[in-house]
């Protein structure tokens, strides 16, 4: 007589993926909707029941897993005791995503709506196991066949390799491929987009006016969104009340020609054209996969250098970031090392008395691909004068370097680096402050700055927290991130991947949104503004954060 569907499923796989369901509940960096608590457990609860059933496998073959008669048993009391631990976690979810909003200074949830979670988790759960039972009748179609030429063990090696061979060319060659080209051709229209109110500039010293070398059209709707925002020098001089200058933005879209070399050439000419040399600072942009540039980290240097900033930009990617890695991930150092060449070629060419301080800047990935941009060997000699680099991605090996010998006793979330003098890491509050350590010395010749939040996933995420503790979650813990968040294997990596999605759903100062007043203390350090009173400072920040 046939069994019922109750016993296809492993009693070990339930009980460990209901315990990875519950976990799946808890804290991590940024607050979650119905919806994706309900995604996230489902994924939990599928990996758990995966991993339980493997292990009564591999238990089972060595020997040492013996139910028997007490299978009935077995698997009530473990269904009772997964209704237990789910409805117990369900319960107190609320107050746990309100240890995050709390510090966020969000409106607090009164529930995380657990029926809805607990449905879209189940059908998380029964799409992942109709998957990899698919998966499993594959391979035993395929052993089965193989089985009447070859011995068992080898029939099973082929089966594996087969399923794996068919699903991975059904996921990569049609589902994946497909979608890619979907996105990219989405992606691409939308960077052509012109929308009614971004018009052509009249003046013949903006990038994309009738006098430039670079087309309106071209530039990609980042593009034209970075030339026609930004401060004006009236906007400066009205709030600050000295004379300004008009801030100097040329961006080149990938669009504007054939090659890299050519667009990184376009660049040099459009800034030496626009008298970007002429300015006090000129800083080297690198933005993000879509290409866009962040407007609180140039309208607020903006402002403090009264408009006597220059800024240039070369468009690597009109991708959102994520899928820009799955494409051409090494592209971007690629175009970054390019303009940097040509920017710092004729830079260096310039009478050091009269040319500009130029830094580099760029945010998230855009930062990853600044800090590629240049080898420090290369400049010693004469170098640039510093950098501002927000939330750089995990990947980023300067900032993984720094972090990994970071001084004794540092946060992993806000590290001391040495002395001080060549690179400081700050946050919403400033620089850390580390009671065991000495003061900061004094700048040296370049100051490099990483502006990060405790509670940005992009920055902490670690495939290490699969099974192990990350650094950043040790006490002292950073001020944006829950007392509440415990670190469990698999589960946390699972937590964080989906951080990283939503890093931009962050209200503005916590997760991947970097707020433009944090900004500004930052860019004081790295570029060294000395004549602005704390009152200036004050309404400055207080401005840009109404905009």
């Not at 933005?249 to 800034?271: C, M, N």
């Not at 760029?362 to 170098?383: C, K, Q, R, V, Y």
């Not at 813990?477 to 939503?502: E, H, K």
Request: with cysteine; aromatic share 12%.
């Amino acid at each position: 007589m046939s069994r019922g569907p109750w016993y296809s499923f492993s009693t070990g796989g339930f009980l460990l993926g209901t315990l990875f369901f519950a976990a799946s509940l808890t804290p991590t960096l940024l607050p979650r909707t119905f919806l994706t608590q309900g995604v996230l457990s489902g994924c939990a609860l599928a990996s758990g029941y995966g991993i339980g059933v493997f292990g009564c496998w591999l238990l089972a073959y060595m020997e040492l897993l013996r139910l028997n008669g007490l299978l009935r048993v077995a698997k009530l009391a473990a269904a009772t005791g997964c209704v237990i631990v789910a409805v117990t976690s369900l319960w107190q979810a609320a107050q746990w995503q309100n240890s995050i909003r709390e510090l966020m200074e969000l409106e607090p949830v009164d529930t995380v709506r657990p029926l809805e979670v607990t449905l879209i988790a189940l059908a998380v759960f029964a799409t992942l196991i109709a998957l990899a039972r698919f998966f499993r009748l594959t391979l035993r179609f395929v052993a089965t066949k193989v089985n009447r030429f070859l011995p068992e063990r080898v029939s099973n090696v082929i089966g594996v390799i087969a399923a794996v061979a068919l699903f991975w060319s059904v996921i990569n060659g049609v589902l994946f491929r497909g979608a890619l080209r979907v996105a990219e051709a989405s992606f691409q229209a939308y960077d052509e987009l012109i929308e009614p109110e971004t018009e052509p500039p009249t003046d013949p010293l903006k990038t994309g006016s009738s006098a430039s070398l670079l087309a309106w059209h071209k530039l990609g709707r980042a593009g034209r969104q970075f030339i026609s925002s930004g401060p004006t020098r009236e906007d400066i001089s009205t709030l600050s009340g000295r004379g300004a200058l008009e801030p100097v933005r040329v961006y080149v879209g990938l669009r504007s020609a054939d090659t890299l070399e050519l667009r990184a050439k376009l660049a040099l000419e459009e800034l030496k054209r626009v008298g970007g040399f002429e300015r006090s600072v000129l800083i080297v942009v690198t933005p993000t996969g879509t290409g866009w540039v962040d407007p609180a980290a140039m309208d607020s240097v903006e402002y403090l250098h009264d408009g006597a900033v220059a800024s240039v930009v070369l468009q690597y990617s009109y991708l959102a970031s994520w899928l820009y890695l799955l494409v051409e991930p090494g592209y971007g150092a690629d175009v970054a090392r390019a303009l940097f060449t040509e920017i710092y070629g004729y830079w260096i060419t310039l009478p050091k008395d009269s040319r500009p301080r130029l830094y580099l800047h760029g945010i998230s990935l855009g930062a990853m691909n600044s800090e590629l941009s240049t080898d420090l060997i290369e400049i010693l000699g004469d170098p640039f004068a510093g950098a501002l680099w927000s939330g750089p991605p995990y990947s980023s090996r300067l900032w993984r370097w720094l972090t990994d010998r970071r001084n004794p006793g540092s946060p992993a979330w806000l590290p001391r680096f040495r002395d001080g003098s060549f690179v400081r890491f700050m946050n919403q509050h400033g620089e850390a402050a580390d009671p065991t350590s000495a003061p900061n010395a004094a700048w040296g010749p370049m100051r490099v700055v990483y502006l990060q939040y405790a509670s940005d996933p992009v920055t902490f995420f670690d495939y290490r927290s699969f099974y192990r503790e990350p650094d950043w979650m040790l006490p002292p813990r950073g001020p944006d991130v829950s007392r509440q968040l415990r670190w469990y294997p698999v589960v946390t990596l699972l937590q964080l991947a989906l951080d990283m999605f939503m890093a931009t759903d962050a209200p503005i100062g916590y997760g991947h949104v970097y707020a433009a007043a944090h900004y500004i203390d930052a860019w004081i350090e790295v570029t060294d503004v000395r004549d602005r009173a704390p009152e200036g400072i004050a309404r400055l920040k207080q401005h840009l954060s109404k905009r």
